[in-house]
């Protein structure tokens, strides 16, 4: 008798063990991070750094504020309302924008940071700069958290 309630207790454990695992992590990891919205794959995540920046950009070289501003994130709308035009602002009436590149996206402390190199022509003169842009997820959509001078050179691509 004790040897058949034993094979009971084993096929009972032996069938719930699936279950045990789903909730461990184990199995349907990707249906959980997908449900996640604080927590995107990598590629994702710079694939739409990317788009992000290439749009803000695109609306540097148009001098389209309201595209630029609907790039960034929330808290950063209010400072750029007052700086966007200004004298040293990306859409400044006094220079133009003539060329705009990404040169590199990698993750970053506070998300994505892409780097760029921007070419602005002030009468005769012409100047490229670098500038890095912060990309974070909010809720379900990515925007432009930060920007400031400077930013990564490209990592040497890995030939084998």
Same mark, same amino acid.
């Given at each position: 008798?004790?040897?058949?309630?034993?094979?009971?207790?084993?096929?009972?454990?032996?069938?719930?063990?699936?279950f045990?695992?789903?909730?461990?992590?184990?199995?349907?990891a990707?249906?959980?991070?997908?449900?996640?919205?604080?927590?995107?794959?990598?590629?994702?995540?710079?694939?739409?750094?990317?788009?992000?920046?290439q749009?803000?950009?695109?609306?540097?070289?148009?001098?389209?504020?309201?595209?630029g501003?609907?790039?960034?994130?929330?808290?950063?709308?209010?400072?750029?309302?007052?700086?966007?035009?200004?004298?040293?602002?990306?859409?400044?009436?006094? !220079? @133009? /924008? $003539?060329?705009?590149?990404?040169?590199?996206?990698?993750? #970053?402390? *506070?998300?994505?940071?892409?780097?760029?190199?921007?070419?602005?022509t002030?009468g005769t003169r012409?100047?490229?700069?670098?500038?890095? !842009? @912060? /990309? $974070?997820?909010?809720?379900?959509?990515?925007?432009?958290? #930060?920007? *400031?001078?400077?930013?990564?050179?490209?990592?040497?691509?890995?030939t084998?």
């Open positions: 008798m004790a040897v058949a309630h034993s094979r009971a207790a084993l096929v009972t454990a032996l069938a719930l063990l699936p045990t695992l789903l909730g461990c992590g184990l199995g349907g990707d249906e959980k991070a997908a449900e996640q919205p604080g927590r995107a794959p990598a590629e994702e995540a710079g694939t739409k750094a990317r788009e992000r920046v749009a803000y950009l695109d609306a540097m070289i148009a001098k389209d504020v309201a595209a501003r609907s790039q960034l994130c929330a808290p950063a709308q209010g400072s750029f309302d007052s700086a966007a035009t200004g004298p040293n602002g990306d859409f400044a009436d006094h !220079f @133009t /924008v $003539t060329e705009a590149a990404i040169t590199d996206v990698r993750p #970053g402390a *506070a998300g994505q940071e892409v780097s760029t190199s921007v070419t602005v002030v012409e100047a490229t700069r670098p500038l890095l !842009f @912060t /990309v $974070t997820r909010s809720g379900a959509d990515w925007c432009v958290a #930060g920007e *400031a001078p400077g930013g990564h050179t490209p990592e040497p691509s890995v084998p």
